[in-house]
């Protein structure tokens, strides 16, 4: 039983080398993570071998379905669910090493990046945590009916609210105050999900190549492929799982943030402006 930080106010690094390595959504390509100990603060991200660079919101490229970095002449696809497990266990202090062009989907949630953390333990860091960001106003951002607040707050918390016209999903909503533990619990697991009648337009555009029945929920309507869920809820849970990933970049706020239909470019444009 690994001891999780008690909040998000402790710089924490990890005790030792830990990693994954699996298959990419979306290009379907195997890639190898190496994840490391780091004393300087933030998120270092290193590819192929190159200079590990500090990762920003300012990084991140517009691309459907995914979150992707632009790192000089390189770029690295679908790091929210890894970025997600680094913030969301309390981590402030790690570099990333990646071989590939994309991180490892592996079962679809953060809970393999999870264990892998858990297996590597943490200790504190011997430099501050990054300051977190402060607001003086709400923030709102909008993208057509998709809408993201982040409004002042004692401490962190997020409502996630999503309304999908397939039965199986529907109208879902969930609000925590988020901890290690919880993100640990209730986050974690989610896995991302899709329909299945965009699977082939979405193959067809070079999308989701690597993705398959264990590693993403496929809606057909009124059911689901493959369940069970691991939550009721488990579709708002996994857009959680990627809000908190899309803010790893700047930290997690003092603020209550609120998201209706969420997307990765909605989030960033939050992080950004924070």
Avoid at 141 to 156: D, L, M, N, Y
């Amino acid at each position: 039983m690994t001891n999780w930080p008690q909040d998000y106010t402790g710089a924490w690094t990890l005790a030792a080398e830990t990693g994954r390595s699996g298959i990419g959504l979306h290009s379907g390509g195997d890639s190898v993570v190496e994840l490391r100990p780091s004393e300087r603060p933030g998120f270092h991200l290193s590819v192929d071998g190159d200079e590990p660079i500090r990762l920003r919101p300012d990084q991140v490229l517009d691309s459907p379905l995914c979150t992707t970095l632009v790192l000089g002449e390189r770029r690295v696809a679908t790091v929210e669910h890894l970025l997600a497990a680094l913030a969301g266990c309390g981590l402030s202090h790690v570099e990333i090493r990646v071989n590939g062009e994309e991180v490892p989907l592996l079962d679809g949630s953060a809970l393999n990046w999870v264990e892998a953390i858990a297996e590597a333990g943490l200790q504190p860091a011997a430099t501050p945590r990054p300051a977190a960001p402060t607001l003086d106003a709400p923030l709102v951002r909008h993208r057509g009916s998709s809408v993201i607040t982040a409004t002042p707050a004692e401490r962190f918390s997020l409502v996630g609210m999503i309304d999908f016209p397939q039965p199986a999903i529907g109208r879902q909503q969930l609000a925590i105050e988020l901890t290690p533990q919880r993100f640990v619990e209730e986050i974690a697991p989610a896995r991302t999900f899709g329909f299945r009648d965009q699977v082939e337009q979405l193959r067809a555009a070079g999308l989701i190549q690597g993705g398959a029945l264990d590693n993403a929920l496929v809606c057909d309507g009124d059911h689901w492929l493959n369940p069970p869920l691991r939550f009721e809820d488990e579709p708002v849970r996994h857009k959680l799982l990627d809000l908190i990933g899309d803010l790893a970049l700047v930290g997690f706020p003092q603020a209550q943030v609120l998201v209706y239909r969420g997307s990765h470019g909605l989030h960033t444009e939050l992080a950004a402006a924070l």
